[in-house]
């Protein structure tokens, strides 16, 4: 009988964490399926091309629910929520419709996290959108109250002894690119948490805005060393997105030498991913930016000398007006492509989005819409 209970409990000591081991790796594979499925969503969503689907809002929704509930300490959760924070959802009946389906169940008891924290969570987020705010022309006051509700309930979760919510909160609350106070604190108080090296490296955006290139590239260099163990939910390594913070850096800088050394890094480490393709777009807009500006300059300067020459011989003539006309013309150019051939050209300037595009998204492609 003794003998029979030991096996029994041996057999249960093998085949426990077995089974735990499967049902985490499980998990983990179903999330990244949830979590690309959504991207595809972002992805469309954020492009300048027709929506196909009036329901990806719908869509998101539902992602977003099932990557924060099932792996709120996840790198996809924090992905998501980033981008699902920024969202600017089309008005649509369906989406509508969704939006008011979860206030009639939630809105009342928001700000009570004891069950439902991820559906409350997600709620909140598309209640304090503030590109809703500003695309919605039926905005009324009575979305400003929930709008006001909602804000208090993510500064309550903010709070939350829930650990990776918390997290998540605090960085629903500064979705900014140039705020780094939130995110510093962030890492102080919880320097372990998997998705930490992401918090890190998002503090880039507020150098480059304020063109602190090196700060930026020096940064990034040395959290690529730090996190060289980390993977991404896409499957490479987080240095991967580290040189793609460094090769932006370094075009920002004109530093074409350096840029093309991390951008070819890149592709060695990731060939053909979106990072890469990206990557490579924003170097080749970035050259053909500096050649359209130095050929402009160029002509201004030809334009200048012939106009020189001209009114030298018969500076009344009508071919001097001419001439002075082409030149003053191409000055024009110059003030307004915003292009100045000083020490650097700046690539944020360059390409800065449409007041619409920034409202549609920062990202490009033309992926079908697949729930």
């Not at 629910?65 to 924070?85: L, Q, W």
């Not at 290139?213 to 997105?241: C, H, R, T, W």
Request: net charge positive.
């Amino acid at each position: 009988m003794k003998k029979n209970l030991s096996i029994f409990f041996l057999t249960l000591l093998i085949i426990i964490p077995f089974s735990l081991a499967n049902a985490q790796t499980k998990n983990e594979t179903d999330i990244n399926l949830i979590y690309n499925k959504s991207f595809k969503l972002f992805n469309s969503l954020y492009s300048n091309k027709p929506l196909k689907d009036n329901k990806l809002a719908i869509y998101l929704f539902d992602y977003g629910v099932e990557i924060v509930k099932k792996a709120p300490k996840s790198i996809e959760a924090y992905i998501f929520i980033t981008h699902f924070r920024k969202a600017a959802f089309p008005i649509s009946l369906e989406y509508s419709d969704k939006l008011n389906e979860l206030k009639n169940k939630y809105l009342k008891e928001i700000d009570k996290f004891d069950n439902e924290i991820a559906e409350k969570f997600i709620l909140i987020l598309a209640l304090i959108s503030t590109n809703i705010m500003e695309i919605n022309p039926w905005y009324s006051e009575k979305d400003l109250e929930n709008f006001n509700i909602a804000n208090e309930a993510l500064i309550k979760l903010a709070n939350h002894k829930q650990t990776d919510y918390a997290i998540l909160a605090q960085i629903a609350i500064s979705p900014g690119y140039d705020d780094t106070k939130i995110k510093d604190e962030i890492i102080t108080k919880y320097p372990n948490h998997p998705f930490i090296p992401l918090v890190k490296l998002s503090k880039t955006d507020s150098y480059l805005i304020y063109n602190n290139y090196d700060e930026a590239i020096n940064y990034a260099i040395k959290l690529s060393q730090e996190y060289k163990d980390v993977k991404m939910p896409e499957g490479y390594d987080f240095k991967v997105e580290c040189y793609h913070t460094v090769c932006t850096g370094y075009l920002e800088k004109n530093d074409i030498e350096n840029a093309e050394k991390y951008l070819k890094l890149i592709e060695q480490l990731t060939h053909k991913s979106k990072i890469a393709i990206e990557t490579r777009k924003k170097f080749e807009l970035t050259i053909a930016a500096i050649n359209k500006a130095q050929k402009l300059e160029n002509d201004i300067e030809n334009a200048k000398r012939n106009l020189k020459y001209i009114e030298d011989l018969s500076p009344k003539s009508k071919r001097a007006k001419e001439a002075r006309r082409k030149y003053e013309i191409l000055q024009k150019m110059r003030v307004h492509k915003l292009v100045d051939m000083g020490p650097k050209i700046s690539f944020t300037n360059l390409l800065k989005p449409s007041e619409e595009a920034r409202k549609r998204g920062i990202e490009h492609g033309d992926i079908s819409i697949e729930p």
